[in-house]
């Protein structure tokens, strides 16, 4: 496929090789543990759980009674010296198999740089003009800076007619935004992206749902939202660095990947009850909307669509609403909803959890707001403010489950094409055919 076809066969050659443990491991199997990054599974009472993250530990998960943490083994030892139990739950890194060294394209086994993702996009809708057209929706924030940094690029992708792919909220078509690595080292998001927009437009005129799709919908695509990030995770090459945060040094005294602002907590909608302290993974910024990114997503989703829904919290969307947004992270296996900011369901709660169920056909995934899935509450997110805003039906997937080779932040490449592809596409497609509706799906 494009760019990525001759690097695929590279990879299929590489794993005919593998030694068998590799190749037959089940998905739930525990690395053996390295001297690296881990993830902890720490145990306390809901109350000390809660209060992790604001005491600047990594936590990526959080169920009753237990978090996941992640950290090296020193994290561990000041965890036990504060009176959690603490387990290794899996390593960070998964094996890289031989042969499939860092390049200036890829690193860790076959995942793209931020570099690479927006070349594609340029290649596809050279290749496609009928179907693609590339939009720079804004800059990261090392570019702002003049030191580096990228253009944050979408692609949207129609059969092309008169008006179409306008950044205007009056479309003829309804609209599909698909967004990924909003959070760096979510590796996994950004190559189901890449899967999709090639499936769209390699798929139209032969394959029947790509067709259907591409004559009906706007479907656009923003493979990589947090492209400073992406390089800072991809300069570790085989061992990619743990930065989930955009790199704006301007705030604390952090180093290393603790510094930046978590472009999921730095959303206007109902920001502010996330954590105040720069070095937290969960940093919500000093002020919403603080970061240029999530300043480009919240132009590039107003531009989209039209705001269907009212100003109070009580206020539903119209069943006649159109649009559906998916921001995909890692890792659960959950479809979330909203609302993040509160455990009181949103007014369109029935036709959320609806459409979310249909999606979960396709992946398995488990349904629900925060409170049903990871367990936590958050503000100034993605998808509470393209439906808190605009009423737009916005999910987030947590794509992966969260240990063994195709688990946790660093899953192995080749899960994305025997894994999280197969079993997203249909949930991609589902969303698109919704678009028009989602509320009466």
Known sequence: ???????????????????LILATAPAGAQPAVDDTSHIWRVSADDRRIATLADAGFDVAEVHGGSAHVVGDRATADRLRRMGYRVELHDTVHKPVPPGLEATGDTFYGGYHTSAAHSAHLDEVAQKWPDLAFVVDIGDSWRKTRGRGGHDIKAICLTKREAGDCGLNPRSAKPRLTVIAQLHARELATGEVAWRWIDFLVEGYGH???????????????VPIANPDG?????SGGNRPKMQRKNVNTSYGSCSGTGVGVDLNRNSSFKWGGDSTR??????????????PETASLERFFTALYPDQRGPRDTDPAPKDATGVMLTLHSYGNFIIIPW??????TPNDAGLRALGRDMA??????????GDTVGYKTTGTTDDFTYGELGVASYTFEIGSSRGNCGGFFPQY????SLFWP???GALLTAAKAAKAPYRS
């Open 423 to 425: 079993q997203n596409k």
């Open 207 to 221: 394959d029947r749902e790509a067709t259907t799709v591409l004559d009906s919908t706007e479907v656009w695509v």
């Open 361 to 370: 056909q396709s992946n398995g995934y488990r349904v629900g707001t925060n």
């Open 1 to 19: 496929m494009l760019t990525r076809s001759l690097f695929r066969r590279g990879l299929l050659a590489a794993a005919l090789v593998l030694p």
């Open 414 to 417: 080749s899960c994305v094409d």
């Open 230 to 234: 992406v390089d800072v995770v991809a």
């Open 340 to 345: 993040g900011w509160t455990e009181r369901p």
């Open 278 to 291: 720069p070095c937290s993974q969960t940093y919500q910024g000093p002020r919403a909307v603080s970061e």
